[in-house]
C-alpha cells in the first residue's frame, strides 16, 4: 500500500489543490490527513468540500476545534486567534459538524495518526528532547504519523537511541519505532515555500516531497478577506 500523508492544510486552497493533483500522479492507494485543515487562511469551506468529496481519512487539528467551536482560540497569538474567529465565522454549519465529528487520533492499518503528539493532541514536539517521551505512548504500535510544527522530521527510537533525520528519503526498518512529521500543504514553516507532504510505502520507505504552487493567489485572498497581512506574507518565507 502507499499512503500519501497530508497535514496542516490551513485553508490553503492553491497549495490543497497542487499537492492533490501531484498526488493523484503518484498511484497513492489512500490518502490521510493529521488536521488543522482550516485556519490562518481564505477557503476553509472549499478546502474541506475537496476533504469530504475525496473521502481523505482526516482526524481534527486545534485549529480545527477553535474554528468549529470545541474550544476557544484563547491561546492562539493574535493572528491566528481573529482568523479562529473569521473561519467560524464562514463555515458553514455542516462543516462545522463534519470538523466536530473527527477524532483526535486514529490507527490506520497499523499505525498511529495524530495531529500534535502521541501523549496530546495539542502538544509540539519541536525537538529529540520532545520526541523521546513519546515513544511511550505508541502502545504496540512502531510507526505514528504526525502534524502541528509544520516542519517535516524523523525522529526514531532505536536500541534505546532516539535520532531525528531530515533526509528526503527515511527507510522505515523492523525493530525501530518512529514518529514522522509530513509537514504542511498550506503553511510550511521550514523556510521552503512550497508545500509539503509524505509518501509512505507500507514496504518501509517514507519519501518527503515538496511542490510549488500559486502562492499569490493565496496571500490574495487572505488580505483580500481582512485577515492580518503577516499571514499572507509569511507564505513567501516558508515560516
Known amino acids: 500500500m502507499r499512503y500519501a500523508i497530508i497535514s496542516d492544510i490551513h485553508a490553503n486552497l492553491e497549495a ?31 478546502c474541506l468540500e475537496i476533504i469530504k468529496s475525496r473521502n481523505i481519512h ?19 497569538n493574535p493572528a491566528a486567534m481573529e482568523a479562529a474567529l473569521w473561519t467560524r465565522g464562514v463555515l458553514t454549519g455542516e462543516n ?18 495524530v495531529h500534535g503528539a502521541p501523549s496530546d493532541p495539542d502538544k509540539y514536539i519541536l525537538s529529540l528532547l520532545g520526541a523521546a517521551p ?16 509544520h516542519v517535516s522530521v ?7 537511541t532516539v535520532s531525528v533525520s531530515r533526509d528526503r528519503v527515511c527507510k522505515i526498518r523492523d525493530g525501530a519505532m518512529y514518529l514522522v512529521n509530513p509537514g504542511s500543504v498550506g503553511q510550511p514553516r521550514d523556510r521552503d515555500p512550497r508545500a509539503s507532504y509524505l509518501m509512505y510505502d507500507d514496504r518501509g520507505e517514507a519519501e518527503f516531497r515538496r511542490v510549488e504552487y500559486p502562492i499569490e493567489g493565496a496571500q490574495k ?19
Open 16 to 46: 490543497l489543490q497542487s499537492v492533490l493533483c501531484e498526488i493523484d500522479g503518484c498511484n497513492a492507494d489512500r490518502i490521510i490527513c493529521l488536521g488543522d485543515i482550516v485556519g490562518y487562511g481564505a477557503n476553509p469551506n472549499e
Open 58 to 76: 482526516s482526524i481534527i487539528g486545534n485549529h480545527d476545534k477553535a474554528a468549529c467551536g470545541l474550544t476557544e482560540p484563547t491561546d492562539f
Open 96 to 113: 462545522k459538524e463534519y470538523l466536530r465529528s473527527l477524532p483526535e487520533e486514529d490507527v490506520i492499518d497499523g499505525f498511529m495518526i
Open 134 to 149: 513519546e515513544f511511550s505512548h505508541l502502545g504496540n504500535k512502531s510507526l505514528c504519523f504526525f502534524g502541528h510544527t
Open 154 to 160: 524523523v525522529y526514531s527510537l532505536s536500541d534505546g
Open 221 to 239: 485572498k487572505i488580505i483580500d478577506s481582512g485577515l492580518d497581512r503577516f499571514l499572507a506574507e509569511r507564505l513567501s518565507h516558508g515560516y
